[in-house]
């Protein structure tokens, strides 16, 4: 019989568990998306949130304004090159352990928009935990979605993190200085596309 010398004086029942199964779960559970919509995807990402769908059942209801209070991009809709710099500025600026969803057929591959100003797939611009297929996909897949990267963070390394070049389009954002009056904004610079892994 096991000995229990010692816990005769605990007058209270307690559970055991390891430390790495907690910050799992409450990092499973506490996810808060950034709020950023790019174009039509972004209304089904608002219904998931709303009273029928219900984001609130897994915690994550609230849609962060800022990127430093955020650790899930959810990538909705297509990315112009235009944009895809201040994307990455985004997702640098929120903190790890962070994930992102890239929803719907623009953000994975483009899709129909298979031209020059359409960054054809945000893998190349920041590294994508779940691709979430549909044009749009409804809020059921989008949820299917972050269920999945659910799982994947409670059976993943919870030391995980991503090397600073490792991933995304490796995009050098340098600051602009203020101008002066009379000053014209150059055309911008084509997004750098990276090695695709
Ligand atoms: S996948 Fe469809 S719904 Fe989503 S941004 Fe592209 S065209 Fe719009």
Redesign the pocket.
């Known amino acids: 019989m096991a000995s229990w010398s010692g816990l005769e004086s605990l007058s209270h029942n307690f559970l055991t568990g390891r430390l790495e199964d907690l910050v799992r779960w409450s990092r499973e559970h506490s996810m808060w998306p950034a709020t950023f919509g790019l174009?039509?995807?972004a209304i089904e990402m608002m219904a998931a949130g709303a009273a029928e769908y219900d984001l609130a059942r897994f915690g994550m209801e609230v849609f962060r304004p800022s990127p430093r209070q955020s650790d899930l991009m959810i990538v909705a809709?297509?990315v112009s090159q235009k944009m895809a710099p201040v994307l990455r500025q985004v997702y640098d600026q929120m903190m790890e352990p962070k994930w992102v969803i890239s929803m719907?057929?623009?953000a994975s591959s483009g899709?129909m928009f298979n031209n020059y100003a359409i960054v054809q797939g945000v893998d190349e611009v920041v590294p994508v935990d779940v691709y979430s297929p549909g044009?749009?996909p409804s809020p059921q897949t989008l949820i299917h979605s972050i269920l999945t990267l659910h799982e994947k963070v409670r059976t993943g390394e919870i030391m995980r993190r991503r090397a600073g070049g490792g991933a995304g389009a490796g995009i050098d954002l340098t600051e602009q200085a203020p101008q002066a009056p009379g000053w014209v904004q150059p055309l911008p610079t084509p997004v750098r596309v990276g090695t695709p892994r």
């Open positions: 174009a039509c995807c809709g297509r719907g057929v623009c899709g044009c749009p």
